[in-house]
T-cell receptor
């Protein structure tokens, strides 16, 4: 069974650029959640996708957008990058989005915005 | 809205000593509570969770936590620390209506001294 994978591992962008981060969910999982973890802080919920539809969004501006594909993999897109977008971006997959359900996290993508 | 406070950003214990990591939550409705561990350059791994039922929850690697409604707490303990326990620990909360969209605390870095 393959776990959650994310790509790339690291990347560096400059202010104003756009970035796409990718996540492959664990086999059999239909739900993907994205979190932003700034240095020294806990992860913050960005949004969740369930069966290709957005299923909840945290307090992030519209320049943070996402997609989920028929194979349940997902992308996080960030436009007009700002310095404060520098963080570790975590993807988590689960089977459904029920409150007691376990989420399986990938290793993250570390984004640095210069 | 739900929130989590983790008391102590850094905790240091000797190998073999008791580990106690503190977590207090805020929620107006019954919470679902989680503890995750994060090793360097890795994603989050679930240690244990409380949904309903028994308030003392046992998890992996010898950790356990007790849900105390009257104290709005969910402290994580382990009777005897091992060097391999050195990591960052996150407490998280959600409620049934929010599904598995988690609100995390800021984390506690556990150092284990030999």
């Amino acid at each position: 069974e393959t776990g959650v994978t994310q790509s790339p591992t690291h990347l560096i962008k400059t202010r104003g650029q756009q970035v796409t981060l990718r996540c492959s969910s664990q086999s059999g999982h239909n739900t993907v959640s994205w979190y932003q973890q700034a240095l020294g802080q806990g992860p913050q919920f960005i949004f969740q996708y369930y069966r290709e539809e957005e299923n909840g969004r945290g307090n992030f501006p519209p320049r943070f957008s996402g997609l989920q594909f028929p194979n349940y993999s997902s992308e996080l897109n960030v436009n007009a990058l700002e310095l404060d977008d520098s963080a570790l971006y975590l993807c988590a997959s689960s089977l459904g989005g029920l409150a007691g359900g376990e989420q399986f996290f990938g290793p993250g993508t570390r984004l640095t915005v210069l | 809205a739900q929130s989590v406070t983790q008391l102590g950003s850094h905790v240091s214990v000797s190998e073999g000593a008791l580990v106690l990591l503190r977590c207090n939550y805020s929620s107006s409705v019954p919470p679902y509570l989680f503890w995750y561990v994060q090793y360097p350059n890795q994603g989050l791994q679930l240690l244990l969770k409380y949904t309903t039922g028994a308030t003392l929850v046992k998890g992996i690697n010898g950790f356990e936590a007790e849900f105390k409604k009257s104290e709005t707490s969910f402290h994580l303990t382990k009777p005897s620390a091992h060097m391999s326990d050195a990591a960052e620990y996150f407490c998280a909360v959600t409620i049934r209506e929010y599904g598995n969209k988690l609100v995390f605390g800021a984390g506690t870095i556990l150092r284990v001294k030999s």
